[in-house]
């Protein structure tokens, strides 16, 4: 068997790290063809070297001939800019594309694999989120493949039947069931959530991920997104997905079937094994994780979303019904609040508040192009950045 060529975008964070530990584990299978990362040169070098990348990106840096000659020196090139990410995305010789970059930022370069038919293990959900219907669409029109590697879509797909494509209803689904860990805040009172510092919200009791995602793992904006990331991969409709607290992360997703059955799939809560899912698919191969010991964990809780408490799955379903540029301005207003909390400027209550007043001041389009798609993203930057400078004067 020929081995599988990978470029893999965002291979300096936590998913994509992830990717390369499970790469590791099968040089027979995989080979690297490309890396691209936002401004880590010298992991993106490290990683190079070791995985023998034909090229590396990145993204954020202006363009230096002596960092290429560096690069070059370990036979690898180094490539430069947006329209590089689409180039290693959509090259001849690659086969699979590991969509891991975070945010808005990886929407083009997975829309680029989607039109050249690539099979895509998809991480980043917001592509899903901002643009649905078009990533979708040029999956469906160009025979791509997209593999949830986000570990809830990833369990969902594991517990359905592979003809689900047809319809839910067809496959006698009843309900998706989403579970939630509820992050590391589930139990605090809501005044005690002024004084939370971006450390405090990046520590999951969990998972170890990139400090954007564990933000909005505290808020639950992250289930909020996989809501709707949910209903465009399995073309379901929001009444058809409900969202379960299970604090120990050990279910990562089940499916409630017509007859009464509940299909899930458990493991320990450690991104490389949808990650290998993805990779091998339909196969399955060693992750390197540890195995589950359920006598070990002995108990498993369940409990319903407080949705006073976490108002952004209330927000999630009244987007998803709004349908349009809905989601995008959704997902533009909760980029720019975390990065304002991260970066001191507001504090971790205020977050889904500024999301849900932006929503409240913007006007839904029908999302016809990526075009569409881009303006109202920067637009709703521009407008939440303003909101976030008027609370504070
Ligand atoms: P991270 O912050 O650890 O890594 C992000 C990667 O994207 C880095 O390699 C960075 O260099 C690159 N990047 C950032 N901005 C960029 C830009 N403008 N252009 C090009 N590259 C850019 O994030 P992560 O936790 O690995 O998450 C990546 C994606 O996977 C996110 O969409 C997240 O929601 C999703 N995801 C992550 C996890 C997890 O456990 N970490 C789980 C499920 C889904
Ligand atoms: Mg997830």
Known sequence: ????????????????????????????????????????????????????????????????????????????????????????????????????????????????????????????????????????????????????????????????????QQGLDQAGVKKIILTASGGPFLHKKPHELADITPEQACKHPNWSMGRKISVDSATMMNKALELIEACWLFNASPSQVDILIHPQSIIHSMVTYKDGSVMAQLGCPDMRTPIAYALAYPERIDSGVEMLDLAKIGTLQFEQVNLERFPAIRLAYEVVKAGGTASTIFNAANEVAVENFLDGHIPFNQITQIIETVLNQSAIESVESLETVLNVDRQTRMITQQIIKKSKV
């Open 1 to 164: 068997m020929p081995k599988q060529l990978i470029t893999i975008l965002g291979s300096t964070g936590s998913i994509g790290c992830s990717t390369l530990q499970v790469i590791a584990l099968h040089p027979d299978k995989y080979q690297v063809f490309a890396l691209a990362a936002y401004s880590n040169t010298e992991l993106l070098l490290e990683q190079s070297m070791a995985f023998k990348a034909r090229y590396a990106v990145l993204v954020g840096a202006i363009p230096n001939s002596e960092l290429q000659q560096r690069f070059k020196s370990h036979g690898v090139e180094l490539l430069f800019g947006l329209s590089a990410l689409d180039d290693v995305a959509q090259h001849e010789s690659v086969d699979t594309v590991m969509a891991a970059i975070v945010g808005v930022a990886g929407l083009q370069s997975t829309l680029a694999a989607a039109r050249c038919g690539k099979r895509i293990l998809l991480a980043n959900k917001e592509s899903l989120v901002v643009s649905g219907k078009l990533l979708m669409d040029a999956v469906k029109e160009n025979h791509a493949t997209l593999l949830p590697v986000d570990s809830e879509h990833n369990a969902i797909f594991q517990s359905l039947p592979v003809y689900h």
